[in-house]
């Protein structure tokens, strides 16, 4: 987990932002998603989230992951219960149009340019069926925020430019919701 400082690395790993993800993010953020039976999940990094999906999901689960040594030891929690993909979501080694859902959580502000997350966009696009859902959460950009991510890669997605940027790479109807810290989003491959 290069991307991110000893702090941040141990506060995704603890059983505090476990409960947070499982009481409070993800029904949060996928409050009215249908997931359909084949589901990807771009950054899971400590797994705290695939832990809650791979509960949720009545079909089949993957998580594409960038770090090698993270994907090791999701390969080694989940065993064949969840694909675990090593790989970059700017260039997802997928085919097109396989997942009726596609979902990240607290990870797009780990992608390290604007550039790089618009690609992340357009591969999240390919890799969906139409009518599948790109959905998920991020934290907004503050004080607070910024000092979680101290010498991390820290790329703050604007929930406000948001919508322009999911429809430029294919999507329709782009969603966004604003809680105080985080923003949710949804939008569907036509």
Sequence with gaps: MTSMNRYHQWLCNSRMWARAVEKDLLPWALEDV???ADTLEIGPGYGATTRVLA????GRLSVLEVDGGAA???RA???DRVEVVHGDGCAMPLPDGRFDAVLCFTMLHHVPSPRQQDQLFAEAFRVLRPGGVFAGCDGRAGRGFRLIHLWDTYVPVSPRTLPDRLCAAGFATPDISLSNDNFRFRAVRP
């Design 72 to 74: 090791e030891r999701l």
């Design 34 to 36: 249908q997931l359909g």
């Design 55 to 58: 509960r949720r999901t009545g």
């Design 77 to 79: 929690e989940y065993g």
